[in-house]
Antibody
Framework: EALLVESGGGLVQPGRSLRLSCAGS????????MHWVRQVPGKGLEWVSG????????AYVESVKGRFTISRDNAKNSLFLQMGSLTPEDTGVYFC????????????????WGQGTLVTVSS | QSVLTQPPSASGAPGQRVTISCSGS????????VDWYQHLPGTAPKLLVY???QRPSGVPDRFSGSKSGTSASLAISGLQSDDEADYYC???????????FGGGTKLTVL
């Protein structure tokens, strides 16, 4: 059974950085694109970033471009999200999700998802 | 403001059938397939329907999806208390070149 476990969330001051990790197991990690999706308090799901199976293609929602960097280590079945210049608007629960496809093109079929890790940006 | 529009809430009595709509445009639903997710706060979101109307293994046939033009819908029949959750539609947007979600619909079983 495919399983994803996020870690690295916490309380961070505005302007600082944080690195999230996601460990995958129970599936061939390097066969799939991977994504980060967040849920801001009281609001819905928002796709944040995605990375292709080999890491050569990445994509970001406009609001995090230039501040967040997605990466992966297929040898360690791990996905990362380096978040910089954090603002209170980045507060939320961050989920990692496995894509059905190896590429990012027209991909929106995420299964499974992790339980999420909470990021709180506040002074 | 989400790219895909869903009603914020829906409700039904146990055993009843409820439908949740998802409205988009030619650049998203009109050109791509739609997936639906179920999310109970505090847990991992779950894929409920993919490619408009396909169910992953383990998802009961009480859940069904459909798509017509630039709109999609999720129908839940034989409502159960366990179905109380938030439901999200999702698709690819050709203009944004990214996946997009609806704003979510909170389902209450009366």
């Amino acid at each position: 059974e495919a399983l994803l476990v996020e870690s690295g969330g916490g309380l961070v001051q505005p302007g600082r950085s944080l690195r999230l990790s996601c460990a995958g197991s129970g599936f061939r990690f390097d066969d799939h694109a991977m994504h980060w999706v967040r849920q801001v308090p009281g609001k819905g799901l928002e796709w944040v970033s995605g990375i292709s199976w080999n890491g050569r293609s990445t994509a970001y929602v406009e609001s995090v471009k230039g501040r967040f960097t997605i990466s992966r280590d297929n040898a360690k079945n791990s996905l990362f999200l380096q978040m910089g210049s954090l603002t209170p608007e980045d507060t939320g629960v961050y989920f990692c999700a496995k894509d059905f496809s190896p590429s990012l093109y027209r991909s929106n079929r995420f299964d499974p998802w992790g339980q999420g890790t909470l990021v709180t940006v506040s002074s | 403001q989400s790219v895909l529009t869903q009603p914020p809430s829906a409700s039904g009595a146990p055993g009843q059938r409820v439908t949740i709509s998802c409205s988009g445009s030619r650049s998203n639903i009109g050109s791509n397939t739609v997936d639906w997710y179920q999310h109970l706060p505090g847990t991992a979101p779950k894929l409920l329907v993919y490619s408009n109307n396909q169910r992953p293994s383990g998802v009961p046939d009480r859940f069904s999806g459909s798509k017509s033009g630039t709109s999609a819908s999720l129908a839940i029949s034989g409502l159960q208390s366990d179905d109380e959750a938030d439901y999200y539609c999702a698709t690819w947007d050709d203009s944004l070149n990214a996946p997009v979600f609806g704003g979510g619909t909170k389902l209450t079983v009366l």
